[in-house]
């Protein structure tokens, strides 16, 4: 079973993971909201994607599963930074090269729907944000950004 969880990077190198309760302020020492997805693969840690999360989320959980339900082939650009990581589906499989990651195969269905259900725990988180928060105009923006159009 492929389970995919998102990390947060917080001032002084601590990270908040979304398996632990929600910090009040969560954002308020957060550093431009880098972070990183651990995908971990029969409870192995087997990779760990470092960007901005708001575009892991959008282009890697939500683009890359979608994609990937149609078609063979498909790439996620970082946005920190040069470099892809290529997914290629063969089969039932789907085989991950890229820079700074295992080249790692993973069970087709089990990395998609891993990777979809990663985006939706960052919208929920969000979505908990905008109801406790008094500037919500941030995270409103957010959760725009993160969403694909229809």
Request: aromatic share 8%.
């Amino acid at each position: 079973m492929i389970n995919i969880t998102f990390h947060i990077y917080l001032s002084g190198g601590e990270t908040w993971d979304d398996t632990t309760p929600l910090p009040a302020q969560l954002f308020d020492d957060a550093e431009a909201l880098e972070g990183v997805l651990r995908i971990f693969d029969n409870d192995v840690l087997t990779n760990e994607i470092e960007d901005e999360l708001p575009a892991l989320i959008r282009n890697l959980c939500f683009s890359v599963s979608r994609d990937l339900q149609q078609q063979d082939h498909t790439v996620y650009h970082f946005h920190s930074y040069f470099g892809q990581i290529d997914f290629s589906k063969q089969g039932g499989n789907i085989s991950v090269t890229g820079k700074g990651i295992n080249t790692v195969t993973y069970d087709a269905q089990g990395l998609i729907t891993a990777l979809h259900n990663c985006g939706e725990r960052f919208v929920s988180l969000l979505q908990q944000l905008k109801d406790t928060v008094d500037d919500k105009k941030p995270v409103i923006s957010m959760l725009e950004a993160v969403r694909l159009p229809d």
